[in-house]
């Protein structure tokens, strides 16, 4: 099993930044990717970003790209998601995401393992 905790969130201004954390423990993994994802109210889930844990490559939504910045602290398990030029559509409760194993990285249904989220609050 692998547990996942999300910290960062909080209530920010439109142009702010903010840094989440997500720490991988349990039993951890050199390869697969750790993801976020966020769900606005009345929306569905959807990608923001993916690093790839042994290659470190990233990937983001359009929506994202540009203003945030996703890396990872290998020897301590740990996926940031480095914030900038927030908007009010930024708006969600932010998840982390991991598997030992994925494709693009991009889809929910790769992932196993979920945090439980944390709030990000950005007001215009």
């Known amino acids: 099993q692998v547990q996942l905790v999300e910290s960062g969130g909080g209530l920010v201004q439109a142009g702010d930044s903010l840094r989440l954390s997500c720490t991988a423990s349990?039993?951890?993994?050199?390869?697969?990717?750790m993801g976020w994802f966020r769900q606005a109210p009345g929306k569905e889930r959807e990608f923001v970003s993916v690093?790839?844990?042994?290659?470190?490559?990233?990937y983001y939504a359009d929506a994202v790209k540009g203003r945030f910045s996703i890396s990872r602290e290998y020897a301590k398990n740990t996926v940031f998601l480095q914030m900038d030029s927030l908007k009010p559509e930024d708006t969600a409760v932010y998840y982390c995401?991991?598997?030992?194993?994925?494709?693009?990285?991009?889809?929910?249904?790769?992932?196993?393992?979920w945090g439980q989220g944390t709030q990000v609050t950005v007001s215009s």
């Open positions: 349990g039993r951890t993994f050199s390869s697969g990717a």
């Open positions: 690093i790839h844990w042994s290659s470190g490559n990233t």
């Open positions: 995401a991991a598997s030992r194993r994925v494709a693009t990285g991009r889809f929910q249904s790769e992932y196993a393992y």
